[in-house]
């Protein structure tokens, strides 16, 4: 088999996107003569569709949280290797097939193939006009029983696809390309000028009140499917054996997501939720398709197995789960809203179970998110965590958004777990979950890593970065007790909370009044710990070294 070509002339400026794709060299057009020629590329542009109309049923959609989060126009193609495209020849009989498609006014463009085969040696890529932006190349390697693979984005207006087929495997190959999106919301992070990104009350997890909370912040992926979005949590199994089971809405589609992009680590650079998106974002960690396993629309899960274990380098978590029902005393969502970078919601009180789905007690109830956050359209399918960092329940539902904080449903684990009653392994979590049948109620996260280094915003004392500071603490390092001053004596609702580097709770106090209050450390075992101190609806935090 003949190499393919070292792309070592390709200027730095060239982006590649970070995907589950694989280095073969770039694109075989960048670097040979003979097939650099684009005059003779052939050209399909879409065909022009209501985008205001469009936006006015996507603004209902996402308010409602009905259905994904729509970020792109789905046009649907025909084009394959056999009726479309510029085939070119090499003297030593290599082929290679292109294919322009534009759509005018694009933010963005993806497509869908909906017959993937690559050979041996083969290799596709995709690229924008300018050739700035490269993904690729995907090979042999994303081969999947589906024979389908959904594309990450490309920037702009048009995209060049590009299939190199060794002459040993000449005719071997099969691209058909179903779909083709056209991006009108900018989900990536490109433009200065946002359209359509998430309200700015959302909390990014880069900033302080993630700390206690990074294992499961690894968990999460946005789903990115045609031109629909939502969210889903990698999960644990009883074998703790890294099955990427990924666990989301059955409303988002889990059937259809056999080409759908799953996109880990897709953060904020920095700690800047007043923003948005503005600080920008991390190109996050890909993963293409899946095959469904199990769903059940009594609580709204849908299970399915990516086709891919993510590599170690994405360091992901496998979340952990409670399936006994028991009411949770706090909720904490993690979640991409409206497909933007991910975030945190906090609900701070037990939780309420409700008929969220017209069905008695399939629901928990999301009463009033707190510190200053919530869910929105994109967030459907986002796991909903416990006091205990366990999962019990993904987002099917509900009216909260920046300026509304009340009402939000999250199908309920438990309910999930046995399907409702059902008798059968495709309706319930139970068969997949736990494979070795043993009845467990809960189990914690598994972490095929290790561990990961704790950020350095976790390390840093929240005065350095937050000059709005209500109270102060002393000593610290401490032993047997700790000092509280709140600088502000007419603070109303003040709450005190001593928690771990994992985010549980060691001790509280409850409805402070006065300016100075003593925490009891005679109990607390030497280690790093924070000082949670909330009042009237905003909570700031502190670190702690206990000696």
């Known amino acids: 088999m003949k190499k393919i070509i070292a792309l070592s002339l390709l200027l730095a400026s060239i982006h590649t996107v970070n995907s589950q794709t694989y280095n073969v060299g770039g694109p075989v057009s960048f670097t040979s003569k003979l097939l650099s020629d684009d005059s003779k590329i052939m050209e399909y542009v879409m065909p022009v569709f209501d985008l205001e109309k469009q936006l006015e049923e996507d603004f209902i959609n996402s308010t409602n949280k009905v259905g994904p989060f729509r970020f792109g126009y789905e046009h649907i193609t025909n084009y394959g290797l056999q009726n479309s495209g510029t085939w070119q020849t090499t003297d030593e009989g290599d082929k290679l097939w292109k294919i322009q498609l534009s759509s005018p006014g694009a933010l963005s463009m993806n497509v869908i193939f909906n017959d993937f085969f690559i050979p041996e040696g083969g290799s596709v890529h995709l690229y924008n006009k300018e050739t700035e932006m490269v993904v690729g190349a995907y090979t042999e390697k994303n081969n999947n029983v589906n024979t389908m693979l959904g594309t990450d984005l490309i920037k702009g207006e048009t995209v060049v696809i590009e299939y190199f087929e060794p002459s040993e495997v000449a005719g071997q190959g099969r691209l058909l390309i179903g779909m083709v999106v056209h991006g009108y ?36 992926a946005r789903i990115a499917n045609g031109g629909g979005l939502c969210t889903g949590t990698l999960i644990n199994n009883t074998s703790e054996d890294g099955t990427p089971y990924f666990l989301t809405a059955n409303h988002c589609g889990p059937s259809s997501m056999g080409s759908a992009v799953f996109k880990f680590n897709y953060n904020s650079t920095n700690c800047s939720s007043s923003n948005a998106n503005a600080a920008g974002a991390t190109t996050g960690n890909s993963v293409n398709g899946s095959t469904l396993k199990a769903s059940n ?23 952990g789960w409670e399936n006994g029902g028991a009411s949770p005393q706090i909720g904490v969502g993690i979640h991409h809203p409206s497909g933007d970078v991910k975030k945190l919601a906090f609900d701070d009180d037990p939780l309420t179970s409700a008929a969220g789905l017209s069905i008695s007690n399939s629901s928990w109830r999301i009463e009033a998110w707190e510190r200053n956050t919530t869910t929105e359209g994109g967030s459907s399918g986002s796991g909903l965590w416990d006091e205990n960092h366990h999962l019990v329940g993904q987002l099917h539902g509900g009216q909260a958004n920046c300026s509304n904080s009340i009402n939000d449903y999250y199908g309920k684990f438990s309910m999930s777990w046995t399907g409702n009653g059902s008798s059968s392994p495709s309706s319930r979590l139970s068969d997949w979950l736990d494979p070795t049948g043993s009845g467990v109620a809960s189990l914690d996260g598994f972490d095929p890593n290790g561990g990961v280094d704790v950020p350095a915003f976790c390390l840093t004392s929240v005065k350095e970065i937050d000059s709005n500071i209500f109270f102060e603490m002393y000593p610290n390092p401490a032993s047997n007790s700790l000092t509280v001053m709140l600088v502000n004596s ?16 060691i001790s509280s106090y409850k409805n402070i009044t006065g300016t100075i ?8 075992s030497s280690g790093v710990y924070f000082i949670k101190v909330s009042a009237e609806g905003t909570i700031q935090t502190e670190k702690l070294i206990v000696e």
């Open 517 to 524: 209050m003593n925490v009891d450390l005679s109990f607390v």
């Open 185 to 220: 919301v900018d989900i990536n992070n490109w433009y200065p000028i946002k359209v359509g990104e998430s309200g700015t009350c959302n909390k990014d997890v880069v900033c302080w009140d993630a700390c206690g909370w990074l294992d499961e912040i690894r968990s999460v």
């Open 490 to 505: 007419g603070l109303n609702n003040v709450s005190i909370e001593l928690v771990d580097l994992q985010g549980r709770l």
């Open 297 to 319: 629309s009594a609580s709204d899960f849908g299970l399915i197995e990516l086709n891919t274990t993510p590599p170690a380098s994405y360091e992901v978590f496998y979340a």
